[in-house]
Structure formats: structure tokens, C-alpha cells
């Protein structure tokens, strides 16, 4: 069963020991994180889902990472020391391939120990003091529609399983700063961030799911396909949704939204 949903970041400014003096310009997103690891604790779940858009991406189809365990590092980011370790969720992981696999959706398992920063990250800031299992998910090149299917699909799985599962959603939105970014590409991704936003609040997929693919890669989001894949899990489940923050201190749009299931 489902227990719990959000979206959050996954910058690696947000954690301590990488953002530094930096944390204080996102600290609206790092107390609406707080809200959400505190709603996610109290959600009790078993298994934490993040669908992240980094890492092994394919052009048609969805993957998952499938490994016993899982470690995260922060080396490439300057961090030496922290490291996770996690659990895997076999059993599940296996329940949503063989689905995937009868319904004949565009599905492939990978195999890594290591974890992408864009599953390390919330993990660590959400996950961290937990004894869940994490399923790491990585979306595809495909549509928005693709993915709204794609998380209709694991919402069946989802709804069947005895065990409590979370869904989070790694997103960060548009770019809108840097030496190749324009002024018209930083102009829609305000746009961009914007229409998210509202949508969000008023949980109107529809809006989402319209955006065309040309406007998507103009404004260079990275959070797009895992919220659509978030929003087809949630698609006719009785939510309440709150957009906790957004904030865009250093040009990359960073919102943080939990819903709450009922």
C-alpha cells in the first residue's frame, strides 16, 4: 500500500557538509525537507521509492536498479567521509518487473551497487535515520504520457502489496543561470517553474502532462519525468497535496511538495 508521496531536490548544496555558508539561502527548502522526513517517518514505511532522472537512462524504457544493497558517496562533490549504505527490496522489485513485463511496457533492470547523487542525496537527508528498504527508479527519454502510464502501472503493483511504500520524487526544475544559459531560456524556465507550481498546488495533472518536449528541454529540467511518473502513481488516489517551498537562490528552481494519502 501507499503511505506517503513527495517531491523534493536532490542538490548536493543541501547537505551539510557540501552547501556549507550556502545552506543559508536555501534554508526555505531545508525546512520543508525537515517537514517532510518528520511526514515520512510518522508514514512508517517499509519500502521508499525515489524516481530519480539521473544516471542509466534509456531512450524507451524504465529501469530500476536492482542490487541486495546500495552505497552512496559524496566525492565528487568534495565529501570524503559521508557515506550510506541501504538495503534493497527484492521482493518488490521483482513484483514490478514481472507486471512491467506483462503489461509489455518498456522495462530493463540494471545492476550497480553504487547510487547516482540524485537517489543519495534525498536519501540522506530523508531516509537516513530509517530501517527501510530503498527501490531506486530511473525514468526514459519518453514522454510525459509515457510516464504518467508508467506510474498508473506501478501504482497497481503498489496498491496490491501488503508492505508500506513511500514514492519520492527527485526533481529539480529549471536552469535558469550559467554562461550557456540565454535570456530567453532563463525566461522560460521562470515560466516553466511557475506553471509547476501552480499545478502542483491544484494537482492538475492535465497542465503537466501538455507541456511539449521542445519547451522541456529548452529551460533544461531534470525533474520533470520523475514528478510525471510520481503524479500517474497518485493518479485517482484520494491525496492532499501541499507545495511546501520553492526558492531558486543559485538559478536552478528547487521545490519541495509532500501529499498526503488518504
Keep these: 500500500m501507499i503511505v506517503y508521496s513527495a517531491i523534493v531536490p536532490h542538490s548536493p548544496l543541501l547537505m551539510p557538509t557540501i552547501g556549507k555558508e550556502h545552506r543559508d539561502k536555501l534554508s526555505k527548502t531545508l525546512d520543508a525537507i525537515k517537514r517532510i522526513e518528520h511526514g515520512l517517518y510518522l508514514s512508517k514505511p517499509d519500502t521508499v521509492i525515489i524516481i530519480a532522472p539521473h544516471g542509466a537512462l534509456y531512450p524507451d524504457a524504465f529501469s530500476i536498479n536492482l542490487s541486495p544493497s546500495y552505497t ?35 522495462f530493463t533492470l540494471t545492476s550497480s551497487e553504487s547510487l547516482e547523487y540524485g537517489f543519495s542525496v534525498p536519501w540522506f537527508l530523508l531516509g537516513s535515520q530509517m530501517t527501510a528498504k530503498l527501490i531506486p527508479i530511473s525514468p526514459s527519454h519518453a514522454d510525459g504520457k509515457a510516464h504518467l502510464d508508467f506510474g498508473r502501472h506501478l501504482k497497481r503493483v503498489l496498491h496490491a502489496e501488503p508492505t508500506r511504500v513511500a514514492i519520492i520524487a527527485s526533481a529539480d526544475l529549471a536552469h535558469k543561470s ?18 509547476i507550481e501552480k499545478s502542483l498546488r491544484a494537482h492538475d495533472i492535465s497542465t503537466i502532462l501538455n507541456m511539449d518536449t521542445p519547451s ?26 501541499e507545495v511546501l517551498s520553492y526558492e531558486a537562490p543559485f538559478g536552478v528552481g528547487y521545490i519541495t511538495a509532500s501529499y498526503d494519502i488518504h
Excluded at 78 to 93: E, H, N, Q, R, W
Design 216 to 241: 522541456l528541454e529548452k529551460v533544461k529540467q531534470c525533474g520533470y519525468r520523475p514528478i510525471m511518473t510520481l503524479l500517474g502513481i497518485l493518479d485517482d488516489v484520494q491525496v492532499q497535496p
Design 178 to 195: 550559467g554562461k550557456d544559459i540565454t535570456e530567453s531560456e532563463a525566461a522560460a524556465g521562470s515560466e516553466f517553474d511557475m506553471l
Design 72 to 106: 552512496g558517496n559524496f566525492q565528487s562533490f568534495g565529501d570524503f567521509t559521508t557515506t550510506i549504505k541501504v538495503k534493497s527490496d527484492f521482493l518488490l522489485i521483482d513484483h514490478i518487473q514481472r507486471l512491467m513485463r506483462e503489461e509489455k511496457i518498456p
